[in-house]
Every structure is written in C-alpha cells, then in structure tokens.
C-alpha cells in the first residue's frame, strides 16, 4: 500500500489529427506556337513557315551554345525545303522538341506545318601538346555528328476516324451514349511515328592549333654552353702571352751629344690571360639562372575549340549537298560557302552520297 500511495499519476497522450491540404497539381508549362512567315502578325498564323530547330547536345552550356551557333551560321548561307527558318535552341533538349510538337499538332486544321530539328552532338573534345625543340604545339580536336528530326504535325481527324470505328451511337433516355461494337471494323495498319529521325551524318573531325616559341630551352642552350666553356678556362694552365716592342730614335746631326732628357728607345708590353673570360661566363650564368624563369604552355583556349568544331560541321554542311541560294548578286566575287573554315577541317572527310531531305529538291 505503501509503494502505491508513492506513485504519481502521470497524463496520458491525446491524440491530434492535423488536416493538410492536398498538394495542387502544377500547370504545364504553356508552349508558344512558332508562326513565322515574312508577314507580320496577326497574318504570319495564316500561312507558317517551315521551321528547323537546331538543338546541341554537350556536357557543358558553352559547348552547346558553340554547336548551334556554328551549325547555324553555316548552313543558313544554303537553300532549304520550302524556305525553312532556322531557329536556334541552345538550351533545348529532345524532350523539348517533342513537346513542342505535340503542342503544335493540338492546332486547329490547317495551321500546322511540318518542323524538323537538327541535333547536333559533340562526340569528343581533346587538347594535346606536342615538343618540336624550337616551339611547343598546342592542339584542339573536335568530333561531331548531326541527326535530323522530323515532326508530321496535322490535325486530329485520324482520331475521331478511328474512335468512329470502334464505337456505336446507343440512344437512351435524355442522351447518347457510345458502346462498343459488335464487330468492329479492323484498324488500319499503323501509320508512322509523328517524330523521327530520318537523316543522319557521319562523325567528322576538325582541328586548330597554336605554337609558343620555346625560349627558356634557348636560353639554356647558351647558358649550357657557357658553363663548358667557363669549366675548360678553370681548368686549363694559365698561359701568358707578352710581346715587347722596341722603338729606337736616331741621333740628330751634327753629331752632339744629346741632352739628358732626350728619348733614346721605349719598350711596349701586352699581356693577356684567360682568367677574366672564366669570370665573366660564371657571372652570367648567375645572373640568367636567377633572372630566367621556365614559364608553362600557353593552353589551349575557347577559340580553338570553336575553331576545331567549325572545321567539323563545314565537312558535316557539305555532307548534306544542299543548294546555294542563285539570288546572289553577280557583280561580286563569289567563293563557296564557309570557306574560310575549310582549313580548320579534315582533309579527306567521310562522304554521304544523296542529298539531305532538309535542302531543297532541285
């Protein structure tokens, strides 16, 4: 009884029910269709111009956005299909190109047109360097391969055509309702995918470079030198080399005797030793020694990876056989498109015999 009356009656837990709200389903992100045309709005929805998107695939931002650009700027001095633009998309992916699709085939009948996307991958990039005595050697290659993507945009008959033929109309009391058939018509065979890739580079190279005159190795050539030269003067016998000339002066006539003051002959001598020269080099070498530092490369910078990627697509555009524009004026000097990369690129590229189904069919 004892222990009993020592314990304390300690409260017991009350259950609390909290309410949260359910989380509200996030909006998809709104897709602003493309309706460019050379009219301006609101007619430019009227009659769309055919688009090519021109997508980058790299580890970095700024590798993708050298992709785009450089595909870009290269093959818009040619002739697409039906005057296609080219809309460049650095920061798109894949996903984003279908996504455009799809928002686009959602269009009312008539307005959709067809778009394609280019992708453009960076295969490899490697930096090297190479010692050619005289100078270093530093060098940038790039490897690129394109795909083409194309998206069949139309409206959305063929699923109406299709629901049609599996359903029937039942009629009931206030309203209608849909009930499958008793033997529905068999479905067509599939038709194609509305995006696919149909047209396909080969992986082509191009390269850059820049040299750096190797001065330290010159100046240790001469400081090497130097100190062998400096060593063989320590070491070798001192010898002295001394020549004495002797003047004599002729007596004036009458035959007197001369003064005491008067000059008779003068003795000349030259004396020389190869001790200074060891100093000399020994203090040069001190001084280029302390003076001289050995600097590193010079690495390889964004120019040459731009530059190396340039000579890639310039074989990669030639791959696709597409036409130059013939609305240029004749009065000035032409030259083929991009020639001025055409060194940054492989010699003997790989070649694709047809043309792209993105050029325009002549």
């Given at each position: 009884?004892?222990?009993?009356?020592?314990?304390?009656?300690?409260?017991?837990?009350?259950?609390?029910?909290?309410?949260?709200?359910?989380?509200?389903?996030?909006?998809?992100?709104?897709?602003?269709?493309?309706?460019?045309?050379?009219?301006?709005?609101?007619?430019?929805?009227?009659?769309?111009?055919?688009?090519?998107?021109?997508?980058?695939?790299?580890?970095?931002?700024?590798?993708?956005?050298?992709?785009?650009?450089?595909?870009?700027?290269?093959?818009?001095?040619?002739?697409?299909?039906?005057?296609?633009?080219?809309?460049?998309?650095?920061?798109?992916?894949?996903?984003?190109?279908?996504?455009?699709?799809?928002?686009?085939?959602?269009?009312?009948?008539?307005?959709?047109?067809?778009?394609?996307?280019?992708?453009?991958?960076?295969?490899?990039?490697?930096?090297?360097?190479?010692?050619?005595?005289?100078?270093?050697?530093?060098?940038?290659?790039?490897?690129?391969?394109?795909?083409?993507?194309?998206?069949?945009?139309?409206?959305?008959?063929?699923?109406?055509?299709?629901?049609?033929?599996?359903?029937?109309?039942?009629?009931?009391?206030?309203?209608?309702?849909?009930?499958?058939?008793?033997?529905?018509?068999?479905?067509?065979?599939?038709?194609?995918?509305?995006?696919?890739?149909?047209?396909?580079?080969?992986?082509?190279?191009?390269?850059?470079?820049?040299?750096?005159?190797?001065?330290?190795?010159?100046?240790?050539?001469?400081?090497?030198?130097?100190?062998l030269a400096a060593i063989y003067a320590a070491v070798?016998?001192?010898?002295?080399?001394?020549?004495?000339?002797?003047?004599?002066?002729?007596?004036?006539?009458?035959?007197?005797?001369?003064?005491?003051?008067?000059?008779?002959?003068?003795?000349?001598?030259?004396?020389?030793?190869?001790?200074?020269?060891?100093?000399?080099?020994?203090?040069?070498?001190?001084?280029?020694?302390?003076?001289?530092?050995?600097?590193?490369?010079?690495?390889?910078?964004?120019?040459?990876?731009?530059?190396?990627?340039?000579?890639?697509?310039?074989?990669?555009?030639?791959?696709?056989?597409?036409?130059?524009p013939t609305s240029a004026p004749s009065a000035k000097?032409?030259?083929?498109?991009?020639?001025?990369?055409?060194?940054?690129?492989?010699?003997?590229?790989?070649?694709?015999?047809?043309?792209?189904?993105?050029?325009?069919?002549?």
């Amino acid at each position: 009884m004892a222990f009993a009356q020592n314990l304390v009656p300690t409260a017991s837990p009350i259950p609390v029910l909290l309410l949260t709200a359910s989380p509200t389903p996030t909006k998809p992100p709104t897709i602003i269709p493309y309706c460019i045309a050379d009219a301006h709005l609101p007619d430019a929805c009227k009659k769309r111009q055919r688009i090519i998107y021109v997508i980058g695939v790299a580890n970095d931002y700024a590798t993708r956005g050298r992709l785009v650009a450089t595909l870009t700027d290269q093959l818009q001095d040619f002739d697409l299909i039906d005057g296609a633009r080219l809309i460049s998309e650095p920061s798109w992916s894949t996903d984003d190109f279908i996504n455009q699709c799809e928002a686009d085939r959602n269009r009312p009948p008539g307005l959709s047109v067809r778009e394609g996307a280019l992708v453009i991958a960076a295969v490899a990039l490697a930096n090297g360097l190479s010692d050619r005595w005289s100078h270093w050697w530093s060098s940038t290659e790039a490897a690129v391969n394109v795909l083409y993507a194309e998206c069949a945009l139309g409206d959305n008959t063929s699923k109406t055509a299709a629901r049609s033929r599996m359903f029937s109309p039942v009629a009931r009391r206030g309203n209608t309702t849909l009930r499958p058939k008793s033997s529905p018509t068999p479905s067509p065979s599939p038709s194609p995918p509305a995006y696919a890739y149909i047209w396909s580079s080969h992986t082509q190279f191009g390269h850059d470079g820049k040299s750096t005159t190797n001065m330290p190795r010159y100046f240790s050539l001469v400081s090497q030198l130097l100190t062998l030269a400096a060593i063989y003067a320590a070491v070798a016998p001192t010898k002295t080399y001394k020549s004495t000339t002797v003047t004599n002066f002729p007596t004036p006539a009458p035959s007197t005797s001369p003064p005491a003051s008067w000059l008779v002959s003068m003795t000349s001598e030259s004396d020389s030793s190869n001790s200074s020269f060891a100093t000399l080099t020994g203090a040069f070498l001190t001084q280029a020694t302390q003076q001289y530092t050995v600097v590193s490369i010079v690495p390889a910078d964004d120019a040459n990876a731009w530059n190396a990627i340039e000579g890639a697509v310039y074989n990669i555009v030639n791959e696709m056989h597409c036409p130059t524009p013939t609305s240029a004026p004749s009065a000035k000097p032409t030259s083929p498109p991009n020639d001025d990369v055409k060194k940054f690129a492989e010699a003997t590229p790989v070649p694709l015999p047809n043309k792209a189904p993105f050029c325009l069919q002549q």
